[in-house]
């Protein structure tokens, strides 16, 4: 399975998400610090990073830039911002459609399940394509 990192201010959403990845195999590395997870990234060169969009201190499109300054790794950002871009402020959608535009790979919208993380997970993976591939279409 992957190393994956995740990235999230909220203990509760960052404990919740690193035992359904272990759950599912993977090895993970947990922080609620943007600057440990720089390192981690470093130190660790996970397969992946899931990483929240709204964090005080640093959002996340800048902890993506920061990021992509140095390693290209896909990311999957997990956000409470409204799915239905109505709902969503202007800056909110704005700073999504930033992130996309800098090369973040997909978004996962809070609350979600386990399942939904599994799928997310496996197709930045490559795990679907890889399944789909040995079938006839």
């Known amino acids: 399975m992957a190393s994956i990192l995740v990235l999230d201010d909220q203990v509760n959403i960052l404990?919740?998400?690193s035992q359904a990845l272990r759950g599912l195999g993977h090895e993970v590395f947990a922080t609620?610090?943007?600057?440990e997870a720089y390192n981690l990234v470093a130190e660790k060169k996970p397969d992946l990073v899931?990483?929240?969009f709204q964090m005080p201190g640093a959002s996340?499109?800048?902890v993506f830039a920061e990021l992509r300054r140095y390693h290209?790794?896909?990311v999957l950002f997990i956000t409470a911002y409204a799915r239905d871009?109505?709902?969503?402020?202007?800056?909110q959608t704005q700073a999504l459609e930033d992130a996309f535009n800098s090369g973040a790979v997909d978004i996962?919208?809070?609350p979600f399940s386990v399942a939904a993380l599994e799928e997310k997970i496996?197709?930045?993976l490559g795990e679907e394509a890889d399944e789909e591939d040995t079938g006839a279409r």
Do not use: F, M
Not at 32 to 35: L, V
């Open 32 to 35: 609620t610090n943007p600057t």
């Open 122 to 124: 496996g197709a930045l």
């Open 60 to 62: 996340g499109s800048e």
């Open 15 to 17: 404990t919740y998400v």
């Open 72 to 74: 290209r790794i896909p």
């Open 50 to 52: 899931v990483l929240d």
């Open 85 to 91: 871009q109505a709902d969503a402020t202007e800056t």
């Open 108 to 110: 996962l919208y809070k």
